[in-house]
């Protein structure tokens, strides 16, 4: 596996990340991995996710959105979504990537940007989703969001514009919602999430996969047992499994 760091240019800053190759020379499928907030960091793919894909001979790229951790500026989530645009322009350019071939992972509210991305951008092929938020405007709304966007900021792992966040993540995040963006969807589609979620109901994520249209190639995994972030090992090998096949099979 080859490591490529890349600073990509986005209106004034800078979105940082990884491009994990295969050893082949010739050009690879794209698979673009979506963090959640913050998500993990992309340099430590390089133990996860990545080996699996270069070794199915994907190119795997993982950044940080702007205002998250070494990619300069602040964060806002309308821009988050503009920054995948840009990614993609950028490394449909890299003489090692096949640019018909791009698929999209998103897990957490990666999941949620993941789908509204490719619900209007025609050069995604296929996308898969784990434990995906299904409601951005619910979060807001949450008796625990001021302690998540805590969360977020804390060790400025995130930075973020705005003094009163939840009114502006209100105004934003009706822009890009699953729950409404989801009958638009046009590719195949693979969600996975697990029924011992302490965030998110696996029967809500449930209703938000019945509103993708029933013609797509589409299937939905509930794990028993598996938490979130699929932390104990089995579950982290069923989710990979899940998704790796999908990806073989479709892009």
Partial sequence: MKVEGHEIPFREERIDGYLYLPEKEEQSPLIIALNGMPGLDPIKEKDRLAPIFTKSKFAYFAFDYTGVRKSSGLYEYYYSHENINKIISYLSKHPKIDSSRIGLFGESFGGAMALSHATRDKRIRCLAIRSPVYDTEKIPRLKIFEGLAQLWQRDKQMRIRYVNLKKEFQQQSKLYNPMKLAPLLQVPIRVITGDKDEILSEKQIQKFFDKIPSNLDKKFMIVEGANHNFS????????????????????
């Fill in 232 to 251: 104990k090992p089995k579950d982290f090998e069923i989710m990979k499994d899940f998704i790796l096949d999908f990806f073989i099979e479709t892009l």
